[in-house]
């Protein structure tokens, strides 16, 4: 049994318990009321009533007192245990009083489908049949023990006052009390499958549409982890683009800063070169000059050969 099952298995049970709670409480209301204004009807003694009132309590909270535990502290084959007694708890608690009454032929009868229902409620379709099957076998019983006088002594004034007639000794009312008696439990039988069925059906879509969740949330929480991955990388891209960018400004001040240099030492070049064109100019000119000086006192020299 996988967690959810469990989980489904306490939730079912504490409803079936918490239903008992109700309809046992009306029992003995309808009980009281009977004894004080119909003490005449047939009916277990009140010891006898009030002993399997508190049994039914006990059982009962004691199963609510266990259950209210977290489900990881509750065994398996106790739940297990605790779920299969829902049904006959139902069927001997009725059985007790009908047997006790001194007849089975009471409107009591009609909450035999309590335990189809309860059935229902745990097992589905095979808790609906177990159940019907047993309640037919165990109604059936106290019936023929009424016939055959085994039930405690009912006396003829409690016998008048009865909703129904006894059924000791009387073959033809037996026989008909039972065909009615399972003919009704069959019906109610098939009522309770269709209806669990509907409840089935509803359950499966609840389970694809919850398997159709978790795939999706799945899927979502792949692609929150690649989206996550993919933050992580356009962070350390980032990170790396910014190194770059620093590199980069870095490189660009230090060929920013060997420009200035080179723009200085060109400078100084073309000072430099000034100068010394200027240098080579001068001296070219000191050339001519000295040229031109040396023609003219060649020049000189001639005109004074001359006149001598």
């Known amino acids: 049994m996988d967690n959810f099952e469990k989980q489904q298995t306490i939730e079912a049970v504490k409803m079936v318990i918490k239903a008992r ?15 004080i204004w119909f003490p005449s009807v047939p009916l277990p003694t009140s010891f006898l009533i009030f002993l399997v009132v508190i049994i039914v309590f006990l059982i009962n909270f004691g199963f609510w007192v266990y259950l209210r535990r977290s489900p990881e502290k509750i065994n398996n084959f106790t739940l297990e245990v605790i779920k299969f007694s829902q049904v006959p708890l139902e069927q001997f608690g009725l059985a007790a009083i009908l ?23 745990l097992y589905r379709i095979k808790g609906i049949i177990l159940s019907a099957f047993s309640t037919m076998i165990l109604y059936s019983g106290l019936v023929f023990l009424e016939y055959l006088g085994l ?30 008696f399972n003919l009704y439990i069959i019906g109610a039988s098939f009522y309770a499958a269709y209806l669990a069925n509907l409840f089935k059906r509803r359950e499966k879509n609840l389970v694809l549409q919850k398997n159709d969740l978790a795939q999706k949330t799945q899927a979502l929480m792949i692609q929150a982890e690649e989206l996550e991955k993919t933050k992580n990388y356009l962070h350390e891209a980032l990170v790396k683009s910014d190194k770059a960018r620093a590199d980069l400004e870095q490189i660009k001040s230090e ?12 400078n100084e070049l073309e000072k ?3 100068v010394t064109t200027g240098r080579e100019l001068k001296m070219i000119e000191l050339k001519e000059e000295i040229k031109n000086l040396k023609e003219t006192i060649g020049n000189l020299k001639s005109q004074l050969v001359s006149d001598k």
């Open 255 to 266: 060929i920013e800063k060997a420009n200035s240099e080179l723009k200085i030492k060109i």
């Open 99 to 121: 047997y006790f009454s001194g007849t089975a032929n009471k409107m009591l009868l009609m909450m035999y489908i309590i335990p189809i229902m309860v059935g229902s409620a």
């Open 151 to 180: 039930m405690p002594y009912l006396s003829p004034e409690a016998a008048v006052q009865s909703t129904g007639k006894v059924l000791r000794g009387e073959w033809y009312l037996v026989k008909g009390h039972i065909i009615g």
């Open 21 to 35: 709670w109700f309809y046992v409480l009306t029992i003995v209301l309808q009980g009281a009321v009977i004894k």
């Open 272 to 274: 430099y070169s000034q």
